[in-house]
Each structure stands twice: as structure tokens, then as C-alpha cells.
């Protein structure tokens, strides 16, 4: 089996790489990766051990105090040349995230996204602040914003080169030197990228990334006594698996950025055209496998039918094609583990609600990961389809009438990453904003539209911490309380 894939005309072989160096698995272990259009290998990766991860650490331990010490505005610079780097090799990353986990080529957004991420954090530096105070007598009191050591991120599948970026920027122009882990599903991309780090000329030890399982490598970083902050993007599961690590060993800081099941609700005085184009756009965008999807919609009643028909055809009308082609518009899911946990909510929400529009697979049929864009009318709110996440473009529709209805509905969830509320009445919008338990709320439009400057996390299950431009760099340093007694005047 193919330990490289050619791309673009290149002949690339994933590899881990640590303090600096392109390394194979320890005990040259490897996993395949599969693409889940059409269900063959498309390459073998290294499966990082903990040997591997406890090297890493090694590395980056050793590194960070120079690292730290480092002009910020030298460090900056290292990130810029990264960024440039990841939008000159945007079509090769696009291509590998097509063959791992079935982003299609015209939705292809994350490279220059997470390109524009470490641009800015970059020059961000300036905001790494203290404050001081002269309110205790005899002495100045300030504090020092100082990085935390060893940061590990591990982050998810669904946008993996946009994780990748993100996270470790915050993290590296703050001081800290970063073992970054990859999803199984997903770790091409992030591979290439890790041949990006050494082209920007990253001092060794600095930014080290591996690929692997959660285990060993991801709870070997989870477990890490040298590990101080660690970052996750993922699911619920995992995130509690993390905290449980991280709180048997040494406390780390430990931010989370897990599951949803985000409700829209449209009004009747909603403008139906806007919400049906938003709410269509979110439950499909990367085949539904993203963690703010409007899964859960509610609209009144006196304009359910209207909506409930237009949404339907067009919901129907949407056809899964090979993400390579770009003339798709909805890839398969990411393998064959989603592709069954989704197509087993599916028959779950058969028995519990109506199916409108899909409800079937077609592995069968086209040997890939193909799912029909699906949609349930009348489910009962306690329904296993309704209070888990699906991840994957299944969508439920139920009517309500009255505000304090829907918003009942809308928060009977562990769930509170993201909301939608489409209605003219600025008065209700806000109303509706200040009731709804999310993170995240959305007016008179729906996931993926977030702003730059605002922060993103989650109420009750779906998180802790918030991360964003003015936010992430919090996560990667501590606070250190410095008193300094004052000598008497002398007269």
C-alpha cells in the first residue's frame, strides 16, 4: 500500500514532525486513510506512539524558553511566512482534504482562512498586556501576561487546516511552543502543512505535529505532565475524556470546543426566502459535519406549510457528487464510522417523526459515503434524533406559536453552541436573544456567519472558554501578581 499520494504532480508522503525533523512512527506503525467517496486508500500515514508524543513535548519544552524570548514581532514573522506559504499551496491542501475526509473543491475555504488567522495574530502581540496600580499604599502592584510552556492542540476533521492555523497561532505569538495532533479522519492536509512550518524556517522544537488515534497520542498529551494549556476542537466525548485527564495529572488548562444541536427558529413576519437560503447553507455545508449546523428548525405555524414545502423540493434537489469535481456541492461523509452513526440516527428518527425528504444511504450503490440530504417533520422533543448530535445532514422541523414556546424547545438541550432567530421585529430579536442558552446567536441569518472580532463557545455541554481574535491568546497565558514595596521618602 502507498505510504505517499501525488498531488498537483508531487509525490507527498505524510510524516510526523518533531524538533524540527520529518520522522516515520517509532515502531513504524501506520494507519490508512480512506477516501470516503469512493471507499479506497488513499494513503498510509504514520500513527504517532507515545514514544513519538512524549519526544515531542521533549522538543518544544526545550525550545520555548529561547522561543519566548524571542522579538514577538520576530516571531510574528515566522507565522506571516506560514501564512503566505498555506495560500500558495492552497489547491495541493484542498486536494488532500478532498481524498481524506470529502470537503469538495468548490467549498474549499480553510486554507485561507486559517492563512488570514495567523496574519493577524501575527501582529497581535502588542495586546499581550499587564496592568498596574498604585492603590495599595507603599507599594506598585502589576501584573505579567506570560505564556504557559507547552501547549498541545488537538484539533478536528472538519476543517482541519483551519485548526491547524488558528489554534497554533494564538498559541505560538504568545510564547508558547506547540504539539499539534491531527485527526485520523483527516490528517493529510495537516501533514503538508507540517512541510509549510520547515519551508517558514521555524526554529526545531518550536511547532511540532503529529498524526495519530486519541490513543495513544492524544491522551498522552491529554495526560502530559509537561503539557501546560492544552486546546480541543471535537466532540463532546472526547472533550470529557480530556478534562478527566487533565484533571487526574496536573490540572492544565484545558479550553473546549465541542458538539451542537443549534436550533433556528423563523417567525411568521421572517423574510421566508433569507431563512430558507441560511438555513439550507448551514445544514449542508460540509455534508452537515459541522458543530453549528442548524440541525433543530422551528417555524410558526401560520407559515410552517410555505416553508415546510419550498424547503423540502429543495432539499431533495440536492444531489452528493466526488468532491474532486468542481461542480459539487455536497461530498460524502467523512468514513465509514460517521457514514453509520448517521445512517443509524436516520432509522432511529424514522420511528420517531416523519420522514419528509431522504433517510437513505448510498454506499451501496456508489461504494462511497454518500448520505441523502434528509429532513424529519413532527419529531417529539424528546426523541433520541432530537437531543443528539447527528453531524451529518439530517434536520428536523417542528412548528411552535408563541415566543416563550419555542424558546423552551429551543434550550431543552445540553447543547448551546449556536442559535439562529429570523424575524423583522428588532424587539423580539432581542428578546429572543437574551433567552436563548447559546453561545452564539444569530439574527436573520445562520451558521457558518460569525464575526472576526466576537468570541466563539459554548454554553452547558458544547464548551468552556471562548476562543476568537480578541480572545484566544487568553487561553495561552498566565497571570503572574508582581508587588513592589516602596522605601520611605527620605527628608
Known sequence: MATSVKVNGIEFQPRLLINGEFVEASDKGTFNVINPATGEISCKVPEATEDDTNLAVSAAKAAQPSWAALDPTKRGAYLKKLAALIREHKSTLAHLEAISMGVPLSHYFHADAGADELDYF??????????????????????????????????????????????????????????????????????????????????????????????????????????????????SRTGKLIQEEAAKTNLKSVTLELGGKSPAIIFDDANIEQALSATMTSILLNSGQVCIANSRLYVQKSVAPQF???????????????????????????DEVQY????????????????????????????????????????????????????????????????????????????????????????????????????????????????KDLPFGGYKGSGQGREGRLYSMDHFLEVKSVIIKLDEAKL
Open 122 to 235: 501575527s501582529e497581535a502581540w502588542p495586546h499581550i498586556q499587564g496592568q498596574s496600580s498604585v492603590n495599595t499604599p507603599g507599594f506598585v502592584t502589576m501584573t505579567f501576561r506570560q505564556p504557559f510552556g507547552v501547549v498541545a492542540c488537538i484539533i478536528p476533521w472538519n476543517a482541519p487546516v483551519y485548526f491547524f492555523a488558528a489554534k497554533a497561532a494564538a498559541a505560538l505569538i504568545t510564547g508558547n511552543t506547540v504539539v499539534l495532533k491531527s485527526s485520523e479522519k483527516a490528517p493529510l492536509a495537516v501533514a503538508y502543512a507540517a512541510e509549510l512550518i520547515a519551508k517558514a524556517g521555524f526554529p526545531p522544537g518550536v511547532f511540532n505535529v503529529l498524526s495519530g488515534h486519541g490513543v495513544p497520542s492524544g491522551r498522552c498529551l491529554a495526560r502530559h505532565m509537561d503539557v501546560r494549556a492544552l486546546s480541543f476542537t471535537g466532540s
Open 308 to 334: 415546510i414545502e419550498a424547503f423540502t423540493q429543495r432539499m431533495a434537489a440536492v444531489q452528493g457528487g466526488n468532491p474532486l469535481d468542481a461542480q459539487t456541492q455536497m461530498g460524502p461523509q467523512a
Open 340 to 451: 453509520n452513526k448517521i445512517m443509524s440516527y436516520i432509522e432511529e428518527g424514522k420511528k420517531s417523526g416523519t420522514l419528509a425528504v431522504g433517510g437513505n444511504g448510498k454506499l451501496d450503490s456508489t461504494k462511497g459515503y454518500f448520505v441523502e440530504p434528509t429532513v424529519f417533520l413532527d419529531t417529539p422533543e424528546d426523541a433520541t434524533i432530537m437531543k443528539e448530535e447527528v453531524f451529518g445532514p439530517v434536520l428536523n422541523i417542528n412548528t411552535f406559536e408563541t415566543e416563550e414556546e419555542v424558546i423552551a424547545k429551543a434550550n431543552d438541550t445540553e447543547f448551546g453552541l449556536y442559535a439562529a432567530v429570523f424575524t423583522k421585529d428588532i424587539s423580539r430579536a432581542m428578546r429572543m436573544a437574551k433567552a436563548l442558552e447559546s453561545g452564539y446567536v444569530a439574527i436573520n441569518c445562520s451558521s457558518p456567519t460569525m464575526g
